[in-house]
């Protein structure tokens, strides 16, 4: 937030003109090329130009030599035009007679933070100063309220600051106002108070002084002492990205990005991140090789991606530093090299940064880029869990319950899953329902348990359904588990899915049907609970009915009952069943005897590629009972195909 406050020389503003000033029109000509800007007169330090103004201000004072307010204009543009000597001569001459407007540029350029670091002496500075403010120079209050803050060339009092800052901003100096309404935000020097934060931030605001636009832009996306308005912080933001504030332009672009007081417009997101990132903004450089990265708002370009992280990277952003190691340990955009992806992450990781701690504990755990070692994985995954990242905590607390870098400890692995699992992590949520299934660690509880996965579930489909298959088929829930696969069927997520998600889903699917048709080992609540998953339209449940029925599996044999079950999934496009079901009509079985429906059930199931009935290779006149034997019908398992 501090960042938010400029101190730039193009904002000082012009003390009093005093009775020596001249209304020459020479002298008019040199103060609006280079007086500081103020209530109308003088020119900001970005809009100066140097040339034009030292000849207009030099052809000036050459009509009036000892005009000492002169004197300090050609110092400053002097100092622009990079002429450091003459300038420091001008405004020393100035400061020397006594002029307040020279004093203040004098103390600026013997400050290392506005000056020349060569010249650079804080207490000679303050000294300079402190006479300018002494004679209600508003730049030399703020700049002198400045060394009190920073403690330079003075010891550091806020108090003092305040002092200083109150006297510039009650003469209505815009930068004074904004920094004394940084010190009600902090609550340095005053009791903190956003009212009063807010109310000096808006009346620099309306004088146009950019940082305390982005303040109150801050203050109305927060809604701190002032209704949140993402509108209203969108306003604010581009008031000051329009002026070429490279953070307003920042964070311009990120509700641009987000659709937060404006439509979302990834493009217009990076058009501003772009302008702040050319002006060297870390943030700015961060987030536009995020664009990058996910494509959004330009193309998808990996190096690109690099090129901007590093440069933020370079800059010491810690963000930027753990992005770019990742790019180097997945290989995107850069040649993949672990090592590198270490030092990168080590370096954001010192820095406190929760992600890059938690991935250098994952290039311990599994060793790369650095020897093997769990402990310093633990150490790094207790980094980053205590600062509350929940994907530390998960992996923390499986390196209690697999006593991994840490002696085994099932309830310590339970209380960091839980802490992850209240966040929302999805493994976690997962692995505190087994820890209830299993009572490790804690109280078996299978309603607590149930609890957890479905809560998985809904953070996440994958994750938590396959994780309730799982502990449904080790626990042999079958019940449970039949209403689960129907829960999952009906959820319109299971649309959503890629591909390699609907494979695994369907893997556990498959295994929970294969538990289940052993109708001697789970009885007849499971027969009922397979009838009505069956039911509700799942072709691969049909089917084993049909099986079961037909074969006397664990219940009664019942020909009428497979036929119908097979018909079911037939129906519903399941190849097995439409051959099984051909079978039924060819042989008579729980059906009137009937060729041609067989050989339409064949063919139904044969243009769907099932492999028996192209060895067959049956066609309508061809099925005759003496020299036809009943077809290999795959009996195994059917599976749902991807």
């Known amino acids: 937030m501090r960042a938010f406050i400029a101190l730039a020389i193009g904002s000082v503003l012009l003390g009093a003109e005093g009775t020596l000033a001249s209304s020459s029109s020479a002298y008019l000509s040199c103060r609006d090329a280079a007086a500081l800007p103020v209530t109308g007169i003088g020119v900001s330090w970005s809009d100066l130009d140097a040339a034009a103004a030292v000849k207009l201000c030099e052809a000036a004072l050459a009509a009036d030599p000892e005009n000492s307010r002169l004197l300090a204009y050609v110092a400053r543009a002097l100092r622009k035009a990079g002429r450091i000597d003459e300038a420091l001569e001008a405004a020393r001459r100035s400061a020397l007679a006594g002029d307040p407007e020279g004093q203040t540029n004098l103390g600026n350029m013997l400050d290392g933070d506005l000056g020349d670091e060569k010249l650079r002496d804080d207490a000679e500075a303050v000294r300079w100063l402190r006479l300018a403010a002494e004679h209600g120079h508003t730049v030399a209050q703020h700049n002198l309220g400045k060394m009190y803050e920073q403690g330079r060339g003075v010891s550091q009092d806020d108090a003092e600051t305040v002092r200083w800052y109150r006297l510039a901003a009650e003469q209505s100096y815009a930068p004074a106002q904004t920094s004394l309404g940084w010190m009600y935000d902090q609550g340095r020097g005053v009791p903190r108070d956003d009212a009063e934060a807010v109310r000096w931030y808006r009346l620099a605001a309306e004088q146009g002084d950019a940082s305390a636009q982005i303040n109150l832009g801050v203050m109305s996306e927060h809604g701190r002492s002032v209704p949140q308005d993402d509108a209203e912080a969108v306003r604010w933001y581009g008031l000051a990205a329009e002026q070429g504030d490279a953070i307003a332009q920042t964070n311009f672009g990120r509700m641009h990005e987000q659709g937060r007081g404006v439509p979302q417009n990834h493009a217009e997101a990076v058009r501003w991140y772009r302008l702040a990132a050319e002006q060297g903004n870390a943030t700015a450089q961060f987030n536009l090789g995020r664009m990058y990265a996910k494509g959004r708002g330009v193309s998808q370009d990996d190096a690109e991606a690099v090129r901007w992280y590093r440069l933020a990277a370079e800059q010491g952003d810690a963000t930027a530093r753990a992005s770019l190691g990742w790019m180097y340990s997945e290989g995107r955009g850069v040649p993949q090299d672990d090592a590198e992806a270490v030092r990168w992450y080590r370096l954001a990781a010192e820095q406190g940064s929760a992600e890059a701690q938690f991935n250098q504990g994952v290039m311990y755990r599994e060793g790369r880029g650095v020897v093997p070692d769990y402990a310093e994985a633990v150490r790094w995954f207790r980094l980053a869990a205590e600062k509350g990242l929940a994907a530390a905590q998960a992996r923390l607390g ?181 051959t099984q079901l051909g079978w039924m009509y060819q042989k008579g079985r729980g059906v009137p005897q009937d060729d041609a429906e067989a050989v339409r059930w064949y063919k139904i199931a044969a243009e769907q590629g099932n492999s028996a009935l192209r060895k067959i290779g049956l066609i309508r006149g061809q099925i005759a009972s003496s020299s036809i034997s009943r077809a290999k019908v795959d009996r195994s398992m059917p599976k749902w195909t991807s």
């Open 398 to 578: 499986a390196m209690y319950a697999q006593g991994q870098g840490v002696p085994q400890d099932d309830a310590e692995a339970v209380r960091w899953y839980r802490l992850a699992a209240e966040q929302g992590n999805a493994v976690s949520q997962t692995n505190l329902g087994w820890m209830y299934g299993t009572g490790k660690g804690i109280g078996q509880d299978f309603v607590e348990a149930l609890r957890w996965y479905r809560a998985a579930i809904k953070t996440d489909f994958i994750k938590g359904t396959t994780g309730l298959f799982d502990f449904l088929i080790r626990a042999e829930l079958f019940e449970a588990a039949m209403e689960t696969i129907i829960e999952a069927h009906n959820d319109p997520r299971m649309q959503t899915l890629t591909a390699e998600e609907q494979r695994i889903l369907r893997l556990r699917l498959n295994e929970i049907m294969e538990r289940c048709r052993i109708f001697k080992h789970s009885g007849e609540r499971s027969l009922a609970s397979l009838e009505r998953v069956a039911e509700f339209g799942i072709s691969q449940v049909a089917f084993i009915l049909g099986n079961a029925f037909e074969n006397g599996e664990g219940i009664s044999a019942d020909l009428g009952a497979a036929v119908r079950w097979y018909r079911l999934a037939a129906e519903q496009g399941d190849a097995s069943a439409q």
